[in-house]
C-alpha cells in the first residue's frame, strides 16, 4: 500500500512539472506566432516588468527580434575582487552561453609607499653625532619623516620667506593611482591632543584640503616645521579621505635647536713675564655644542691694544667641530695689561 502511494506521490510531481513545462512552451509558441504575424509591421513595444528581473526570476520569453536587458547589480561589505560566470541557456536549443562577470569594490585612496610620498630615504640613522642629525629625510627603520636640527624662533607669518621655505619645509608628493576621486583634508594630531613633545603650532601644512583625480593624478602639499623651543617635537600629519573611513597618518619630527658654542681650553689667558721685543702666544679651542652649524666671530678687536694680535677671528663651525683662536701678546713697551 505504502508503495503504491509513493508511485502516486512521483507521479503527482511528475506531471506537475510537466505542467509547467508546457504552460511555458505553450507561451513561447504562441508569442513566436504573434511575431511571424507582425514581422512586416512595426516593432512592438517589448516591456518587461521589474518583478521579472527581480532576484530569483530566471526563466524570460523573448519575443522574435527583440533584446531584452537585464540588470546585474553589484554590492561589497568587504574590499576585493570578485568574478562569477553567469550561465544562459535556449529552451529550443543544447548550447549554452557563459558570461564572465568581474568587479572589484575599493575605498578611495592615495599611495603611501614611502617613495612616493617623500623626496628623500634613509634606511637606518646614524647612532653617533654629527651622522645623526639628518635634515628632510624619511628614516625607515624608525617610520618617520625627521626635519632635523632647525633653528627656533620662527614666525609661522613669515613661512613664506625663500630663506625659511628653503630651510624649514619640504613637499610631500599625494598620488592617485585609483580609480575614484579623491578629497583630502589635512591636519595634525596636536590640533586635538598636546603634551610635551606633541605641540600645537610646530607643523603646518598647506593647502589644507585638494581633490586629487584617479588614474595617477599628483599634487604636492608643502609641510613646515617651525620649532620655538629647544627639544624634540613630534607630531602627525591626518590625510582625511572622504568615503573612506581610515586616515592616513604620517609621523612628523623636528629638533629644535639655538647655535652654542663652548670654550673648551684657553678660558682665562694669562701670559707670563715677557722681556720687550719678544713674543708669546696662547690657543683658545672653541667647540660647536649644538646640532646646527653656527656663525661665530670676535668682536671688540678694534679695543685691542697694538701688543695683542688674534689668529682666526670668526667663521662657521659645524655641529661636534671645533676651532681654535690663537692670541699672540708681544711687548712693545714696559706695561702691565689686565
Not at 17 to 38: G, W
Not at 93 to 101: D, E
Not at 215 to 236: F, H, K, M, S, W
Not at 299 to 328: I, R
Request: net charge negative; with cysteine.
Amino acid at each position: 500500500m505504502m508503495k503504491d502511494e509513493q508511485n502516486k506521490v512521483n507521479i503527482d510531481e511528475s506531471s506537475i512539472e510537466n505542467k509547467e513545462d508546457s504552460k511555458f512552451m505553450s507561451k513561447a509558441d504562441e508569442l513566436m506566432d504573434q511575431s511571424n504575424d507582425k514581422s512586416r509591421q512595426a516593432e512592438v513595444s517589448f516591456e518587461v516588468r521589474p518583478d521579472e528581473l527581480s532576484s530569483g526570476v530566471t526563466r524570460w520569453v523573448v519575443p522574435a527580434k527583440k533584446t531584452l536587458q537585464l540588470v546585474v547589480k553589484f554590492f561589497s561589505k568587504q574590499v576585493g575582487s570578485f568574478k562569477e560566470e553567469l550561465e544562459f541557456e535556449n529552451y529550443y536549443g543544447l548550447k549554452k552561453q557563459t558570461v564572465t562577470v568581474e568587479s572589484r569594490s575599493d575605498f578611495p585612496n592615495i599611495v603611501t609607499t614611502p617613495k612616493s610620498l617623500f623626496p628623500g630615504i634613509k634606511r637606518l640613522r646614524a647612532t653617533t653625532a654629527p651622522e645623526c642629525y639628518l635634515s628632510k629625510k624619511f628614516v625607515v627603520s624608525e617610520n618617520i619623516f625627521d626635519f632635523g636640527p632647525l633653528l627656533i624662533g620662527k614666525s609661522v607669518a613669515n613661512r613664506h620667506d625663500s630663506a625659511v621655505i628653503a630651510m624649514n619645509s619640504e613637499t610631500f608628493r599625494i598620488v592617485n593611482t585609483g580609480k575614484f576621486d579623491c578629497e583630502l583634508e589635512f591636519s595634525f594630531a596636536s590640533d586635538v591632543i598636546q603634551n610635551e613633545l606633541q605641540k600645537a603650532g610646530v607643523f603646518k601644512v598647506e593647502p589644507e584640503s585638494m581633490i586629487v583625480k584617479g588614474n595617477g593624478e599628483c599634487q604636492e602639499i608643502r609641510v613646515y616645521a617651525l620649532p620655538q623651543t629647544v627639544q624634540r617635537c613630534v607630531d602627525e600629519l591626518i590625510i582625511m579621505i572622504k568615503s573612506n573611513p581610515l586616515p592616513v597618518l604620517v609621523p612628523v619630527e623636528c629638533l629644535g635647536q639655538k647655535p652654542v658654542v663652548q670654550v673648551v681650553e684657553g678660558d682665562g689667558l694669562q701670559f707670563d713675564r715677557l722681556l720687550l721685543h719678544q713674543t708669546s702666544s696662547k690657543s683658545i679651542v672653541l667647540k660647536n655644542v649644538s646640532a646646527i652649524p653656527v656663525k661665530w666671530s670676535v668682536s671688540g678687536l678694534d679695543t685691542l691694544p697694538d701688543e695683542f694680535t688674534l689668529v682666526n677671528t670668526g667663521g662657521e663651525l659645524l655641529p661636534t667641530k671645533s676651532t681654535t683662536v690663537t692670541v699672540c701678546f708681544k711687548a712693545l713697551q714696559q706695561m702691565k695689561f689686565t
